[in-house]
């Protein structure tokens, strides 16, 4: 697959997919477990959002590496990542990333 070996393309995908995780654990595992009394939703996909953050950090990591990012570059998109929906918002300054 070339479209992931370039590696801010390979961030961007792992940044939506992260993004869709960590809104999927707050707004459908969280009250599955506190409303419905169904905590297996949680361990589930909190272990599907953790995997899948740790593997975004190494993409930004890469990125970082790659691109020769400074820390105040590589510290938007993983701060972004910390807040419901960051990823979403950072998109389009990474989709700019790949036209350089």
């Not at 707050?26 to 009250?31: C, D, G, H, W």
């Not at 953050?53 to 930004?60: G, N």
């Not at 020769?68 to 938007?76: C, G, L, P, T």
């Not at 993983?78 to 389009?92: E, S």
Request: charged share 15%; with cysteine.
């Amino acid at each position: 697959m070339t479209f992931l070996r370039n590696p801010v393309r390979r961030l961007r995908l792992l940044g939506i997919i992260e993004g869709l995780s960590f809104l999927l654990l707050l707004f459908v595992a969280m009250p599955l477990k506190y409303l419905f009394g169904f905590p297996a939703a949680v361990t589930v996909a909190g272990l599907l959002h953790g995997v899948l953050f740790i593997l975004f950090c190494l993409a930004l990591l890469n990125v970082k590496i790659v691109r020769r990012w400074s820390v105040a570059q590589a510290a938007v998109p993983l701060l972004a990542a910390l807040l419901p929906g960051g990823p979403f918002f950072i998109d389009r300054r990474l989709r700019a990333e790949i036209q350089d």
